[in-house]
T-cell receptor
């Protein structure tokens, strides 16, 4: 399983765009990049998944450069309710997911 | 559609007891996985089942066991509970048909297990 590196914590103000970058130098050819969001005492919630280039849904965008050795989760105009831990996972979801410690995002007024 | 449901939501046990946690996957999902999350850490993989067969097992002792039923629901059993087993136990289900399948896993909100 590819090892991922992401910032331990980030702070933002409401209304700003937040970009969380994840490094995964050892990503394998078949690996996908998946991001989850987790609130305290809740299970991780699937946000977005991609293989290459850019993926966008109603919640976030995921940017993946051509070499796929990193990826950036972009949250547009964050609100207080976006305060959570964000996990970057690399691999194939059909098997065990390898969660790291994630990035703790704090959004303040 | 209902998401992944887990029961009970909270449980308190004492050392040496055993516990059974239950999980109902999203309708149509045949793959179920179990994770343990201790405070301040990301979830750690315990088991994965597909079509009632164990597909994978994480680095957990034999005190941990699981099974999947014909309706794809699942149970996680833990024997001889230790203080260190206190954690949030998460169940996830997916449409994945094989290990190389990228379709994401979807999680329930877990069972909070406290060992006294």
């Amino acid at each position: 399983l590819a090892k991922t590196t992401q910032p331990i914590s980030m702070d933002s103000y409401e209304g700003q765009e937040v970009n969380i970058t994840c490094s995964h130098n050892n990503i394998a050819t078949n690996d996908y990049i998946t991001w989850y969001q987790q609130f305290p005492s809740q299970g991780p919630r699937f946000i977005i998944q991609g293989y290459k280039t850019k993926v966008t849904n109603e919640v976030a965008s995921l940017f993946i450069p051509a070499d796929r050795k990193s990826s950036t989760l972009s949250l547009p105009r964050v609100s207080l309710s976006d305060t959570a831990v964000y996990y970057c996972l690399v691999g194939l979801s059909g098997y065990a997911l390898n969660f790291g410690k994630g990035t703790s995002l704090l959004v303040t007024p | 559609d209902a998401g992944v449901t887990q029961s009970p939501t909270h449980l308190i046990k004492t050392r040496g007891q055993h516990v059974t946690l239950r999980c109902s996957p999203i309708s149509g999902h045949k793959s179920v996985s179990w994770y343990q999350q201790v405070l301040g850490q990301g979830p750690q993989f315990i088991f994965q089942y597909y079509e009632k067969e164990e597909r994978g097992r994480g680095n957990f002792p034999d005190r941990f066991s699981a099974r999947q039923f014909p309706n794809y629901s699942s149970e996680l059993n833990v024997n001889a509970l230790l203080l260190g087993d206190s954690a949030l136990y998460l169940c996830a289900s997916s449409l994945s048909l094989f290990s190389q399948d990228p379709r994401p896993q979807h999680f329930g909100d877990g069972t909070r297990l406290s060992i006294l």
